[in-house]
């Protein structure tokens, strides 16, 4: 898109070379209001996911597997937060001032880090899929080893795919430019690989654990009968149950802001529309922590005891936050 100024001079990133791209022009109301979102947004995202990363790295308890994967879910936000300002200023100013190589780095470490997100969405849904479904097989199919290989696993993985997914498709229109350009075939390609595979495992699961969870709670209630061990199963049931669901929350919210740019990217739309839900679905960077903040009390008092400086304390690794006061 060439923007023209008030005297209908066109402006380039590159006055000097001939083949550059058009600078974008805008109003300076314009750069203040976007950049003070972004700002706030960036600031916003990577100051809740430092806390969810403190908080599981720091306090014992919550050394779990499950945890284990939000946690590499938080680093993944928490670098898309950091990033967030090179990102709005690649879409705002058009222009590209640093460089082809760190282009190629930049557009290889977006995508890593938003399939990642995908990837360890999809490792969550296996782990409450065990978790609810095989219970009495999980502390042997769902060790903490496993985990922290299933996670590396799907770093490499994502890296791997960004890697020469951004290598086969880098192409310039001008000089000053970092972006990607795809066919509709390839859009297609990386909109079933990346996106609706993974969706579809993950919806299926979850279906399977609502079900199983549903049927669990009928033969509970039909057992009630005052026995002791049958209510402690019933607390544990429904502790699975609430982590499955709070889960699963966190999922649909991620669905929810990445369906409508996969469906626009994918048809004829203007560009303005683009840019604004691929903001969209970067403000799902920033929703997680506040899904764990209304759902898991664990991180509520751990917030507090990080923001009051109390894990300096000595043993504040050993806490039973799970305890109620």
């Keep these: 898109m060439a923007y023209e100024t008030e005297d209908h001079e066109i402006q380039h990133c590159f006055p000097s070379i001939n083949s550059s791209c058009i600078k974008g022009k805008r109003s300076s109301h314009e750069y203040n209001v976007i950049y003070m979102f972004v700002s706030m947004l960036s600031a916003w995202t990577v100051f809740l996911n430092l806390l969810v990363i403190i908080s599981i790295s720091h306090f014992k308890k919550l050394h779990t597997p499950t945890n284990l994967i939000i946690l590499s879910l938080a680093v993944a936000d928490m670098l898309f937060g950091l990033v967030m300002p090179i990102e709005a200023m690649r879409l705002i100013e058009i222009c590209w001032y640093f460089g ?82 795809m066919g509709f075939s390839w859009r297609v390609t990386d909109l079933l690989i990346s996106f609706i595979f993974p969706c579809l495992l993950i919806i299926s699961l979850y279906l399977r654990i609502f079900y199983v969870v549903h049927q669990q709670v009928k033969v509970i209630n039909t057992l009630m009968k005052g026995a002791k061990c049958v209510n402690e199963v019933s607390v544990r049931r429904k502790s699975e149950s609430k982590a499955a669901l709070t889960l699963g929350i966190i999922v649909t919210v991620y669905l929810l802001c990445w369906i409508p740019y996969y469906i626009c990217s994918i048809s004829a739309v203007s560009s303005i529309a683009i840019h604004v839900l691929t903001w969209v679905m970067y403000i799902n960077s920033g929703l ?25 304390q000595p043993a504040s690794s050993l806490v039973n936050i799970f305890t109620e006061h």
């Excluded at 997100?117 to 009495?136: E, G, H, K, Q, T």
């Excluded at 922590?289 to 300096?312: C, Q």
């Design 100 to 181: 082809d190589t760190f282009c190629g780095l930049y557009t290889i470490f977006i995508w890593m880090l938003l399939s990642s997100s995908l990837s360890n969405l999809v490792l969550i849904a296996v782990d409450r899929y065990v978790a609810v479904c095989n219970p009495l097989l999980y502390p042997q199919k769902i060790t903490m080893t496993k985990t922290l290989i299933s996670i590396c696993l799907s770093w490499v993985c994502t890296s791997t795919y960004s890697t020469a997914f951004v290598i086969s498709l880098r192409t310039y229109i001008c000089y000053g430019e970092c972006s990607v350009i």
């Design 288 to 312: 997680n922590p506040m899904v764990y903040a209304l759902f898991y009390p664990w991180f509520k008092k751990t917030v507090k005891l990080i923001l009051s400086l109390k894990i300096f």
